[in-house]
């Protein structure tokens, strides 16, 4: 988001970005005192659902330190330009050096106005997930190769100091105004019990980036992971699958079945039959011709192929009512197995890859639907369990809000015996990066899917997307994702009125 914007926290978004794991991000190009606030409060309202109230100060001091670093670093790249002076080179640095924190201070209107027009930001990101809060300051001009040993020299010096008290009675490099806020904010990390290692300054080709690595505490990640498991281990509504399905799956699964085998018993029973029927000959699988026997759809999708209908089949029939709640979610679930199955048909053309994020897309957020299955006892029942463990309420509401819903889909999934690509689709679609190796290219679509359908409802921005997993599709630009969007987006219209 823009900080020019508007300057009201809407804590509604900071859950969400904290929820689904996804970067929000503050933009600014002067940076004036307004915005400095809003940043303050907006890690506050992080750090608040965060249940880490207590590191606000420290925290809000070390951003506000970064981003006013920043700042200064934008406003001596105009003031080099002003003066015709070259800021790698070491005598023409000194000289500029001299004088600019007083011409700048005196007449900063100017310069500010200089750094907008040049289009020169200040970017924070912050970022919670996996049980680490990042956060990150950056601006688009690149650190020269001697500000970056000043600047470590700085955090080298800081290491010996223990106090305010023994950094103040050194004489530190006050050239620039730095030098003291880096070693206080050092001194923050050490409060936190965080070492220097949680702090670094690099840079890119384009940027400068300060980042900041928090570890949050671990209580909280296991309290939420308690309370998923308790919640999966006394939903008494969650039965096994139904006993026709878990035939046929055990038939698909026996090396010695044949396709005919196959067929016939999903042939016995007349509703499945007609499902799947209905959903083979969706534009899903692009079949030339429609089919009107189980025993051609079983040829023309495959063994693989209709396993994975019979998982989203199963899934549908025990979880699937008309309430408004989850027919919302099951809408979402369908647009985005839609976009999962196309990124495979576009950038992938695997088959085996277009038939796992398909189902993947229908499941992945099985554990909000799961939770909206929940009766009022149950959740009485995992309140009183709050209580006996001595658990935070703020744990409770986090899960009723859809924190740690991966978590309950993937353990559901595994207690339906689902098989481990699906789980792992299931369990990592809000933090890709944490996917193990073997699962990563499936985990990749169904989050880029996902991210899709939030970037149509314009609940995240380009920006926000992670950056790894847009690598691996080959995409570089907001343009590209803009078009993909647009293209999948008229695709599945065509596809619900059919």
Same mark, same amino acid.
């Given at each position: 988001?823009?900080?020019?914007?508007?300057?009201?926290?809407?804590?509604?978004?900071?859950?969400?970005?904290?929820?689904?794991?996804?970067?929000?991000?503050?933009?600014?190009?002067?940076?004036?005192?307004?915005?400095?606030?809003?940043?303050?409060?907006?890690?506050?309202?992080?750090?608040?659902?965060?249940?880490?109230?207590?590191?606000?100060?420290?925290?809000?001091?070390?951003?506000?330190?970064?981003?006013?670093?920043?700042?200064?670093?934008?406003?001596?790249?105009?003031?080099?330009?002003?003066?015709?002076?070259?800021?790698?080179?070491?005598?023409?640095?000194?000289?500029?050096?001299?004088?600019?924190?007083?011409?700048?201070?005196?007449?900063?209107?100017?310069?500010?106005? &200089?750094?907008?027009?040049?289009?020169?930001?200040?970017?924070?990101?912050? *970022?919670?997930?996996?049980?680490?809060?990042?956060?990150?300051?950056?601006?688009?001009?690149?650190?020269?190769?001697?500000?970056?040993?000043?600047?470590?020299?700085?955090?080298?010096?800081?290491?010996?100091?223990?106090?305010?008290?023994?950094?103040?009675?050194?004489? &530190?490099?006050?050239?620039?105004?730095?030098?003291?806020? @880096?070693?206080?904010?050092?001194?923050? @990390?050490?409060?936190?019990?965080?070492?220097?290692?949680?702090?670094?300054?690099?840079?890119?080709?384009?940027?400068?980036?300060?980042? !900041?690595?928090?570890?949050?505490?671990?209580?909280?990640?296991?309290?939420?992971?308690?309370?998923?498991?308790?919640?999966?281990?006394?939903?008494?509504?969650?039965?096994?699958?139904?006993?026709?399905?878990?035939?046929? *799956?055990?038939?698909?699964?026996?090396?010695?079945?044949?396709?005919?085998?196959?067929?016939?018993?999903?042939?016995?029973?007349?509703?499945?039959?007609?499902?799947? !029927?209905?959903?083979?000959?969706?534009?899903?699988?692009?079949?030339?011709?429609?089919v009107d026997s189980i025993t051609d759809a079983v040829?023309?999708?495959?063994?693989?192929?209709?396993?994975?209908?019979?998982?989203?089949?199963?899934? *549908?029939?025990? !979880?699937?009512?008309?309430?408004?709640?989850?027919k919302m979610l099951w809408d979402h679930s369908y647009?985005?197995?839609?976009?999962?199955?196309?990124?495979?048909?576009?950038?992938?053309?695997?088959?085996?890859?277009?038939?796992?994020?398909?189902?993947?897309?229908?499941?992945?957020?099985?554990?909000?639907?799961?939770?909206?299955?929940?009766?009022?006892?149950? $959740?009485?029942?995992?309140?009183?369990?709050?209580?006996?463990?001595?658990?935070?309420?703020?744990?409770?509401?986090?899960?009723?809000?859809?924190?740690?819903?991966?978590?309950?889909?993937?353990?559901?999934?595994?207690?339906?015996?689902?098989?481990?690509?699906?789980?792992?689709?299931?369990?990592?679609?809000?933090?890709?990066?944490?996917?193990?190796?073997?699962?990563?290219?499936?985990?990749?679509?169904?989050?880029?899917?996902?991210? !899709?359908?939030?970037?149509?409802?314009?609940?995240?921005?380009?920006? *926000?997307?992670?950056?790894?997993? $847009?690598?691996?599709?080959?995409?570089?630009?907001?343009?590209?994702?803009?078009?993909?969007?647009?293209?999948?987006?008229?695709?599945?219209?065509?596809?619900i009125k059919a």
């Amino acid at each position: 988001m823009s900080a020019a914007q508007g300057l009201v926290v809407d804590e509604s978004k900071v859950r969400k970005a904290i929820q689904s794991g996804i970067p929000l991000t503050i933009t600014t190009f002067t940076l004036p005192r307004e915005v400095e606030v809003y940043i303050e409060q907006i890690i506050s309202v992080f750090l608040k659902h965060l249940d880490q109230e207590k590191l606000k100060d420290y925290i809000v001091y070390c951003v506000l330190e970064l981003t006013g670093n920043a700042k200064k670093a934008n406003t001596k790249r105009v003031y080099f330009m002003e003066k015709g002076l070259d800021l790698s080179n070491p005598e023409q640095y000194k000289e500029g050096m001299s004088g600019f924190k007083e011409n700048t201070l005196s007449n900063i209107a100017h310069y500010l106005q &200089l750094q907008k027009e040049k289009g020169l930001y200040i970017k924070l990101i912050a *970022q919670a997930k996996s049980n680490i809060f990042t956060i990150e300051i950056k601006n688009n001009v690149v650190v020269t190769k001697n500000e970056l040993i000043r600047i470590h020299d700085k955090l080298a010096r800081s290491r010996q100091f223990n106090s305010l008290e023994e950094a103040m009675t050194q004489v &530190l490099d006050d050239s620039e105004g730095a030098g003291l806020g @880096l070693v206080i904010l050092v001194l923050m @990390l050490k409060k936190m019990g965080l070492d220097e290692d949680c702090f670094d300054i690099l840079s890119t080709e384009k940027e400068t980036v300060a980042r !900041l690595i928090i570890p949050l505490d671990q209580a909280r990640a296991e309290n939420l992971s308690l309370l998923a498991a308790t919640i999966v281990d006394n939903v008494k509504s969650l039965p096994q699958f139904p006993e026709n399905i878990l035939i046929v *799956q055990k038939l698909i699964g026996d090396p010695k079945s044949e396709m005919a085998d196959i067929a016939r018993q999903i042939s016995m029973d007349p509703a499945l039959t007609a499902d799947l !029927l209905k959903i083979v000959n969706s534009a899903q699988y692009m079949l030339f011709k429609k089919v009107d026997s189980i025993t051609d759809a079983v040829k023309m999708v495959g063994m693989r192929g209709i396993k994975n209908l019979l998982y989203s089949y199963g899934t *549908q029939k025990i !979880l699937g009512d008309e309430s408004a709640d989850k027919k919302m979610l099951w809408d979402h679930s369908y647009k985005t197995a839609f976009f999962a199955y196309n990124l495979v048909k576009n950038f992938q053309r695997d088959r085996n890859l277009l038939d796992d994020a398909y189902v993947g897309g229908i499941l992945h957020d099985m554990g909000k639907i799961i939770f909206s299955n929940v009766h009022p006892e149950l $959740l009485n029942k995992i309140r009183s369990f709050c209580t006996e463990k001595g658990l935070p309420a703020s744990t409770f509401e986090d899960l009723s809000a859809g924190m740690n819903h991966s978590e309950i889909g993937a353990l559901i999934a595994e207690k339906w015996n689902f098989p481990q690509d699906l789980v792992a689709a299931i369990r990592y679609h809000h933090d890709p990066d944490a996917a193990p190796k073997e699962y990563k290219n499936l985990v990749n679509v169904i989050y880029l899917a996902n991210m !899709l359908c939030a970037l149509e409802k314009k609940e995240v921005k380009f920006d *926000q997307l992670e950056s790894s997993v $847009l690598e691996s599709f080959g995409i570089t630009s907001k343009k590209q994702i803009d078009a993909m969007l647009e293209k999948f987006t008229s695709g599945f219209r065509r596809e619900i009125k059919a």
